[in-house]
């Protein structure tokens, strides 16, 4: 049976929407999701690529660096103000923050109006080096209205238009930094032998 003509048309016609409709709404929104996923990302490198960092607070400028005995623990060293092992675990809260984090919204506003998110004169600043020699800075400032999110800026940089970028990133990174020099250090494991010792102390008994 030959289809009239008009309807041949309207059957070719309501394929191609519906292949429209496909492509853009369902395939389209999946890449268009994944774009605003990675435009969300603070930064792109990963834990690995990370060489140094340095931690800036109103407390202490502390310095970090990753361990060159890449196979033995601790994986993160403190270079000053003191020199020795650091924790691991507050090392690696901080470096998954900085990894995985991601700015909730980013807010276009003139570089004169930076001390109103107080990121003219931060709570923290965090420098960042990579193994490739590249470097990346996190500036955190206060926290916004509410209370959930901090002001911060990454990589800050004036845009043509003279306005900067202050995103909103999650209260866990000034949890992440603001500590005292102690926390930093690797913990004492108290179930070591004292200095001197050949053995363990003896466990003290009740004398009758």
Avoid: C
Avoid at 87 to 107: C, F, H
Avoid at 156 to 169: E, R, S, T
Wanted: net charge positive; glycine share 6%; charged share 20%.
């Amino acid at each position: 049976m030959k289809l009239p003509r008009t309807t041949l048309i309207l059957i070719l016609l309501a394929l191609g929407l519906g292949g429209f409709v496909y492509f853009y709404e369902i395939r389209g929104a999946t890449q268009r999701e994944e774009i605003k996923e990675q435009k969300q990302k603070i930064f792109s490198f990963g834990e690995d690529d990370v060489q140094s960092l340095t931690v800036k607070t109103k407390k202490l400028t502390l310095n970090l660096e990753r361990n060159p005995q890449s196979s033995s623990n601790p994986k993160w060293l403190t270079k000053s103000p003191i020199s020795g092992p650091a924790n691991d675990a507050i090392v690696s809260y901080l470096m998954d923050l900085l990894v995985k984090g991601n700015s909730e919204r980013t807010l276009s506003t003139p570089a004169k109006q930076l001390g109103e998110f107080a990121l003219d004169s931060p709570q923290a600043t965090i420098n960042i080096t990579l193994k490739n020699r590249q470097s990346h800075q996190l500036i955190l400032g206060k926290s916004n209205f509410n209370g959930r999110f901090l002001y911060a800026q990454a990589d800050p940089a004036a845009k043509p238009d003279g306005n900067i970028n202050v995103l909103l990133v999650s209260t866990d990174f000034a949890n992440a930094v603001n500590r005292e020099l102690s926390e930093w250090k690797q913990p004492v494991d108290n179930s070591q032998k004292l200095p001197g010792l050949s053995t363990p102390l003896p466990t003290p008994t009740n004398s009758k």
